[in-house]
């Protein structure tokens, strides 16, 4: 809550397989969080483009294909820099195996928990109409 308040976070995506996490943090900033039951995943994931929603809930089992590619999209169209000092990134990006139309292989990928979180970050990014 502190680095939201001190870097004026927006949104917030959150790996979807821990609901506890995400609905104490709903519940800190007021916002709705008996969402389980009500909406349904594609509902959940529409919201990413709203302003409704602040703390969203990504499912990887069903997405990691779609963020992926939206990963790599920005990052060939240059629209993500990354700082030299964040080495364990680079190292993921680097060694990062896609396998079968989008599936990264894990397995052979290093520091696949921080590409996990550099992808949950890249889904707050949209590309500007004017340069698709």
């Not at 821990?18 to 104490?24: A, L």
């Not at 294909?65 to 080495?87: A, D, G, N, V």
């Not at 707050?124 to 109409?129: H, S, V």
Request: proline residues 3%; glycine residues 2%; charged residues 25%.
């Amino acid at each position: 809550m502190q680095l939201k308040q001190r870097h004026h976070i927006t949104k917030l995506y959150c790996d979807g397989a821990n609901p506890e996490v995400i609905r104490e943090l709903k519940h800190r900033i007021g916002e709705y969080h008996d969402y389980h039951g009500w909406l349904t995943e594609e509902q959940i994931w529409a919201l990413r483009s709203s302003n409704s929603w602040q703390i969203i809930p990504v499912n990887f089992q069903k997405r990691h294909r779609q963020m992926l590619e939206w990963t790599y999209t920005l990052m060939s169209k240059r629209f993500i820099k990354i700082h030299p000092s964040l080495q364990q990134l680079i190292v993921s990006l680097r060694t990062a195996v896609v396998i079968d139309d989008w599936k990264l292989d894990k397995q052979q990928t290093s520091h696949d928990d921080i590409l996990d979180a550099f992808q949950l970050a890249c889904l707050n990014y949209e590309i500007p109409k004017s340069r698709t």
